[in-house]
């Protein structure tokens, strides 16, 4: 009898085990079925009025700003940088970021915007539609948008991150003549790949009066917690897109969160502290004479998510200089600097670039 009742437990576990494999094989099929595979190249749609013309000789200001999906301020930690949270803030946090983040862009009177992780229907962000929010903010300027995190259902850690829709925000008070996504190299595989960013860059096409060139605005936001050799293969795509750009006789500026620093930046501010997560080194002698790799080192422009900003200890806090500009030698870079937003409402301090065209 004892012997039967030992069989009969066994079949039941073997039940259990194989409609758990079941369930776990539907999902993951489910997820590579879903996976969202761009093409090398996309069209993005372009919406919004323009209110002034590009003029040579004039003075102009683009911000780039990592807006952290309006839930990474002062009160957030995260899972992926030593933290503990999945959701770092509640909804009405949320919402207070979005307001902060759309009063400093407005402060800036910047002529163009960059802007990354940007959520249009995350769980994370509670399917507040970023994007929309802060193009009526900005009263709707020309702008584009693009997808580089777009998953039904992360699930990972516990509890799971779930649906994530999240991508790159361009705004601009000039024409956009075109705006093409750009997909960079992705450093992970199947089935890490299912859960993972699908980077990219968007390549917007400004006309400039009384000019057959344009200005090319690249929005960017590259690799951040890959072995290295995923930042070392996009970066060198940006620079093969960037000298294209510059060769066909066009004014180019990249800008966004490189998730790595500029050899020509002072960064002896801001040593790595053991067992924190290092950025990689973009070395400016890689780039031919004339460019210019524009990083300011007096305020940082990110800080650490191993644990929240409020009541930290901040000489004891890890902080970064990961985002900034890489400029043509045909354009005069006449101020780049870090705005002080003191991390209040996203993880990231907005980078400012005063030029001319040549």
């Not at 400093?104 to 995350?122: G, H, W, Y």
């Not at 060769?247 to 790595?272: C, H, K, R």
Request: hydrophobic share 40%; glycine share 8%; charged share 20%.
């Amino acid at each position: 009898m004892e012997k039967k009742h030992q069989m009969g437990f066994l079949r039941l576990l073997c039940r259990i085990v194989l409609v758990l494999a079941v369930i776990i094989a539907g999902f993951f099929a489910w997820l590579t079925i879903g996976e969202y595979r761009p093409q090398s190249e996309e069209s993005l749609e372009i919406s919004g009025e323009a209110e002034k013309a590009i003029i040579p000789g004039s003075t102009l200001r683009a911000v780039t700003w990592n807006c952290g999906y309006g839930a990474l301020g002062s009160n957030a930690d995260f899972f992926m940088d030593g933290g503990t949270s999945v959701f770092p803030s509640e909804k009405e946090r949320v919402q207070e970021n979005l307001e902060g983040i759309a009063e400093t862009l407005n402060s800036l009177d910047a002529d163009f915007m960059i802007l990354q992780e940007v959520d249009r229907n995350s769980a994370r962000s509670y399917s507040i539609n970023e994007e929309e929010y802060l193009r009526n903010q900005m009263n709707d300027p020309v702008s584009d948008f693009a997808y580089n995190y777009k998953v039904p259902f992360v699930p990972y850690p516990i509890p799971p991150m779930g649906r994530i829709e999240s991508g790159i925000l361009s705004m601009s008070s000039a024409e956009i003549a075109s705006a093409e996504r750009i997909q960079l190299p992705v450093p992970f595989s199947w089935p890490e790949r299912l859960g993972n960013l699908k980077r990219c860059a968007v390549v917007n096409t400004l006309p400039v009066s009384g000019s057959t060139h344009s200005l090319v605005l690249v929005n960017l936001h590259l690799e951040a917690y890959d072995d290295g050799e995923g930042k070392a293969a996009q970066t060198a795509m940006l620079k093969e897109l960037l000298e294209e750009q510059y060769e066909a006789g066009n004014y180019v500026i990249a800008g966004g969160d490189f998730n790595q620093s500029f050899s020509s930046a002072d960064l002896s501010l801001y040593p790595v502290k053991e067992g924190m997560w290092t950025p990689g080194i973009i070395e400016a002698s890689d780039f031919d004479e004339g460019w210019q790799l524009c990083m300011d080192p007096s305020v940082p422009t990110c800080r650490s998510l191993d644990q929240a900003l409020d009541g930290a200890d901040l000489s004891q806090f890890q902080f970064y200089v990961i985002d900034g500009f890489i400029v043509s030698p045909n354009v005069t870079v006449h101020a780049c600097h870090t705005e002080n937003a003191g991390f209040e409402n996203t993880d990231h301090n907005p980078v400012i670039l005063d030029f001319t065209l040549n």
